[in-house]
């Protein structure tokens, strides 16, 4: 069974740093491109940052503005989202999810269909 664990939960100010890390029990991690999503309270889910099953391909959503940065070790079946100068409005429910490595663009939700249980991200002073 596929499972998706999610790690790295905190409360932090605004303008501090927090890492979310995802360990996959996938047996070909090189084989799913990687996504985290997020979904604050009251709002639809979106997608955060993807990245491609090699590591060679990325995608941030516009409100990352270069704040955070997704990286993967496939030697270890992790993938991270390195999150710097967090907003108030960066809190949320953070979600690892995995989808096959195919022809659909690492930037659709769609095709993301695994998916962890969720971590909480809170950015208050």
């Known amino acids: 069974q596929v499972q998706l664990v999610e790690s790295g939960r905190g409360l932090v100010q605004p303008g501090a740093s927090l890492r979310l890390s995802c360990a996959a029990s996938?047996?070909?991690?090189?084989?799913?491109?990687m996504a985290w999503f997020r979904q604050a309270r009251g709002k639809e889910r979106e997608i955060v940052a993807a990245?491609?099953?090699?590591?060679?391909?990325?995608y941030y959503g516009d409100f990352v503005k270069g704040r955070f940065s997704i990286s993967r070790d496939n030697a270890k079946n992790t993938v991270d989202l390195q999150m710097n100068n967090l907003k108030p409005e960066d809190t949320a429910v953070y979600y690892c999810?995995?989808?096959?490595?195919?022809?659909?663009?690492?930037?659709?939700?769609?095709?993301?269909?695994?998916w962890g249980q969720g971590t909480q991200v809170s950015v208050a002073s």
């Open positions: 999810a995995a989808g096959n490595t195919d022809y659909s663009p690492i930037s659709s939700s769609q095709k993301y269909y695994t």
């Open positions: 996938l047996r070909i991690f090189s084989n799913y491109d």
């Open positions: 990245i491609g099953g090699s590591g060679a391909t990325y």
